[in-house]
């Protein structure tokens, strides 16, 4: 009681500055200020579609947004996803890694597991979950989707994808492809990992002063 008064008390005139929003955006804009030159044939059917890419996905744009988020969260995941109904090429996410579990082999990514909250009910006690799993199998790319209706701490039973329009309406399915790779990378935002040396994740930019910015 007495402690906890007088601190109050000292920090009644304490005003939050928001240095950790700035050094994310700073760091961003020291990589990618100037737009980089991508290099690629630009004639024929390749070269269009590239150009197609970069356009429909406003690929400068997002890499400014995922260097920021990749500055604050230690790094960020680029996955890529196709609806041939809205866009005739791939679209780019940018995933942080709050949203998505990972699974490494020998520093590189072998499978991984994004989840989203789509929907809450009744002041946020009912939680639906939509899991994305992408592994490989057999020389395939596996992707499975799971939604699931929960609580806040526990993720319940597994539903029909239908079961709500936030995912109904996204035409859902589990699919494999016969390409290479996960369709998604992990872009660590700089290494090594000082709490954790070998890790292959990466740390965020207020390593070692979080409690100076507190």
Not at 16 to 32: R, V
Not at 69 to 93: E, Q, R, T
Not at 135 to 141: K, S, T, V
Request: with cysteine.
């Amino acid at each position: 009681m007495f402690w906890s008064r007088i601190e109050a008390e000292e920090r009644a005139e304490v005003v939050h500055m928001p240095l950790a929003g700035d050094i994310a955006e700073t760091s961003s804009n020291l990589l990618f200020s100037e737009p980089p030159e991508i290099m690629f044939d630009k004639s024929g059917t390749s070269g269009e579609r590239i150009n197609l890419f970069i356009k429909e996905n406003g690929f400068l744009n997002a890499l400014l947004e995922g260097g920021e988020l990749s500055a604050a969260l230690s790094g960020v995941f680029l996955k890529l996803d196709i609806d041939p109904d809205l866009v005739k090429v791939p679209i780019l996410n940018i995933i942080t890694p709050l949203q998505a579990i990972p699974t490494f082999s020998r520093g590189r990514l072998q499978e991984i597991l994004f989840f989203r909250t789509v929907r809450e009910e009744h002041g946020g006690e009912v939680v639906w979950r939509l899991f994305e799993s992408r592994r490989r199998e057999n020389g395939q790319l596996i992707i499975e989707y799971q939604l699931n209706k929960g609580t806040r701490d526990r993720l319940g039973r597994d539903m029909d994808l239908q079961s709500i329009d936030e995912t109904a309406n996204l035409n859902l399915e589990n699919i494999a492809y016969d390409i290479e790779g996960l369709g998604c990378v992990y872009v660590p935002n700089k290494r090594p990992n000082r709490l954790v040396p070998g890790s292959v994740i990466g740390i965020n930019d207020y390593a070692g002063c979080i409690t100076l910015l507190d």
